[in-house]
């Protein structure tokens, strides 16, 4: 059964997965740019792409897990601090 715009499960499932950017999904099944965006986003055709991994979600987690390890955020707060300490004792002419 087809949805909005006559497109069938099939082609929806196709352009909810497309890694291609959205004008030329839109141009290959003949459709608008924006019913692209709306069915990547989940806005339309729902039940559709229900269970579907989004390729945008997993180019994301591949850059997160890419991205090494965590920053402790502690550390990073107090060396912070130090430098502006020193700079500031610096600058008032005492003993750093």
């Given at each position: 059964?087809?949805?909005?715009?006559?497109?069938?499960?099939?082609?929806?499932?196709?352009?909810?997965?497309?890694?291609e950017p959205a004008p030329a999904t839109a141009k290959r099944y003949k459709v608008s740019a924006n019913l692209v965006y709306l069915i990547k986003a989940r806005r339309i055709h729902k039940a559709t792409t229900m269970g579907l991994k989004s390729p945008q979600m997993a180019r994301r987690e591949t850059r997160n897990r890419a991205?090494?390890?965590?920053?402790?955020?502690?550390?990073?707060?107090?060396?912070?601090?130090?430098?502006?300490?020193?700079?500031?004792v610096r600058r008032l002419g005492g003993k750093g």
């Amino acid at each position: 059964m087809a949805g909005p715009k006559g497109l069938s499960p099939r082609v929806v499932r196709s352009i909810f997965q497309s890694k291609e950017p959205a004008p030329a999904t839109a141009k290959r099944y003949k459709v608008s740019a924006n019913l692209v965006y709306l069915i990547k986003a989940r806005r339309i055709h729902k039940a559709t792409t229900m269970g579907l991994k989004s390729p945008q979600m997993a180019r994301r987690e591949t850059r997160n897990r890419a991205a090494g390890a965590p920053i402790d955020m502690g550390r990073l707060a107090d060396a912070i601090s130090k430098k502006v300490v020193l700079e500031l004792v610096r600058r008032l002419g005492g003993k750093g």
